[in-house]
DNA sequence: AAGGTGACCGGCC
DNA sequence: TGGCCGGCCACCT
């Protein structure tokens, strides 16, 4: 079920698929793009629902730490950082490395 | 309708 | 960034 036309989550893939190759970006930066910055759980919870879709890059979410949180959703346990390392990321032991230097700001229009 | 949950965030020690 | 607490919003049973 879970219908895919969901503004609610819409709106976060939307932020998602905006993230550019190389970079990451947290929760609570997405939720503020969003203007519910108070709700950073409910983009989590968006994005548990992500796999439905299939051009919503979750892999370069994270939390404010840089810490891959979500790893553990996705179909192995290091898939995620597979994909982060394939995108110049770095990340040691669920972490990202240079999280302020791949940080990407997150804006869904201006 | 109500309760519980969730891939979080911010503040304080 | 190491740990704990409360808050906040939306989804699910």
């Given amino acids: 079920m879970a219908a895919p036309n969901d503004n609610?989550?819409?709106?976060?893939y939307t932020v998602a698929r905006q993230i550019p190759y190389g970079k990451v970006t947290s929760y609570g930066a997405i939720a503020k793009?969003?203007?519910?910055?108070?709700s950073a759980r409910?983009?989590?919870?968006a994005m548990n629902a992500c796999h439905?879709?299939?051009?919503?890059p979750a892999h370069r979410v994270v939390n404010?730490?840089?810490l891959l949180t979500g790893k553990?959703?996705?179909?192995g346990t290091n898939l995620m950082q597979q994909l982060l390392e394939s995108e110049g990321i770095k990340v040691v032991n669920?972490?990202?490395?240079?999280?302020?230097k791949v940080?990407?700001?997150p804006g869904i229009s201006v």
């Fill in 8 to 12: 609610f989550f819409e709106r976060v």
């Fill in 33 to 38: 793009a969003l203007g519910t910055a108070r």
């Fill in 42 to 45: 409910m983009v989590g919870w």
């Fill in 52 to 56: 439905n879709m299939e051009d919503v």
């Fill in 64 to 66: 404010r730490k840089g």
């Fill in 72 to 75: 553990h959703h996705f179909d």
């Fill in 94 to 100: 669920n972490q990202i490395v240079d999280f302020d």
């Fill in 103 to 105: 940080y990407w700001e």
